[in-house]
């Protein structure tokens, strides 16, 4: 705005200076203004930015989150024909829990046919043999079948399990994991891994350290990726 004055003629004072005023809520705008390009062109370079980190953490969070969500095909994998497993002690056979990645992919599975006089939980066709992760439920430390004492024993903090792979002694929360199991053409196959409470009621598989009695089966949500259990 100015006083009306000519600022053309020799002599004639200069136009007054355009207010600041903060009348309008943002601070360091002229009269009239309601965004200063300061503060348009500062927005803007915000938005170009998270534009710029939005296109390279979306595709980089969707490629850490889509295993989480994918659930994991169901496998099976020959061990030995049927005669090769008694019903009253355990033998070591080695399955592939991690495929690709070679020997360090491996796990030892104890496995033996079901007896009726000591197996006394309901029966399916999914458990004609019994096949029990050496994973201790405790940290995952490998245990081994003492055949003499008939249990196993965990070697890092004492864990006890009886045949059936009941927890007797130490600091397991439940008992050992056991493998779906099924013949085809002669041979027993491994399937997929699941958990057991102390009842040796079946549940998705845990990680080591958690309870499946109580509460615990509530505490502890199975993973979305683990595999569905075999039907009948």
Not at 150 to 175: A, E, K, N, T
Not at 193 to 198: A, G, L, P, Q, T
Not at 205 to 229: H, K
């Amino acid at each position: 705005m100015t006083d009306g004055s000519d600022p053309s003629r020799p002599g004639a004072p200069l136009p007054r200076p355009r207010r600041l005023t903060v009348e309008a809520g943002v601070p360091g705008a002229f009269e009239g203004e309601t965004v200063t390009r300061r503060r348009f062109i500062g927005g803007a370079t915000h938005a170009l930015g998270a534009v710029a980190v939005s296109a390279i953490a979306l595709p980089v969070l969707g490629f850490a989150a889509a295993p989480v969500f994918t659930r994991t095909p169901t496998t099976w994998q020959p061990v030995g024909a049927l005669s090769e497993f008694p019903d009253d002690t355990y033998v070591e056979s080695t399955i592939s829990i991690a495929r690709g990645v070679g020997e360090p992919g491996n796990s030892t599975v104890y496995v033996r046919t079901r007896n009726p006089r000591i197996d006394t939980e309901p029966a399916d066709e999914f458990d004609r043999f019994v096949a029990i992760s050496s994973r201790c439920a405790h940290v995952g430390c490998p245990v081994a079948y003492v055949a003499a004492a008939q249990s196993f024993v965990c070697p890092c903090h004492g864990g006890v399990y009886d045949r059936r792979g009941l927890r007797i002694g130490g600091p397991p929360p439940r008992p050992l994991d056991r493998f779906f199991t099924r013949v085809r053409d002669g041979q027993v196959e491994i399937g997929p891994r699941f958990s057991v409470n102390s009842k040796l009621q079946r549940f998705s598989p845990r990680d080591p350290g958690e309870s499946l009695d109580g509460i615990g089966q509530y505490l502890y949500p199975p993973r979305l990726s683990t595999p569905r259990f075999p039907r009948a």
